[in-house]
Nanobody, 125 residues
Framework: QVQLVESGGGLVQAGGSLRLSCAFS????????LGWFRQPPGKEREFVAK????????DYADSVKGRFTLSRDNAKNTMYLQMNNLKPEDTAVYYC??????????????????WGQGTQVTVSS
């Protein structure tokens, strides 16, 4: 069973940076695509970014391109989301998600089979 544990959220001023981590366990990471979603207060969960663990290819939502960067550490089975130049509209609960094994996924939440518990990111103006 895949398990995902997020960490790294917090409170930051606009223009600041945070790095979120997602620790993956339970299966061979290279079989999966991992992603980040976020849910702002009172809104739907939305796609942020995803990475194919085997190839390292990434995809980002337009709203975060140029500000957020995904990476992975194979030795630690951990995915990172580096968030720079944060804006108040980035305030949300951020969730790490994983595809089912070998399944291709897009940018919608129902594509993903496994979810972490979420971590709060708050950006003050």
């Amino acid at each position: 069973q895949v398990q995902l544990v997020e960490s790294g959220g917090g409170l930051v001023q606009a223009g600041g940076s945070l790095r979120l981590s997602c620790a993956f366990s339970g299966r061979t990471a290279s079989w999966y695509t991992l992603g980040w979603f976020r849910q702002p207060p009172g809104k739907e969960r939305e796609f942020v970014a995803k990475i194919s663990w085997s190839t390292g290819s990434t995809d980002y939502a337009d709203s975060v391109k140029g500000r957020f960067t995904l990476s992975r550490d194979n030795a630690k089975n951990t995915m990172y989301l580096q968030m720079n130049n944060l804006k108040p509209e980035d305030t949300a609960v951020y969730y790490c998600a994983s595809s089912a094994r070998f399944r291709r996924v897009g940018d919608v939440a129902p594509d993903y089979a496994y979810w972490g518990q979420g971590t709060q990111v708050t950006v003050s103006s």
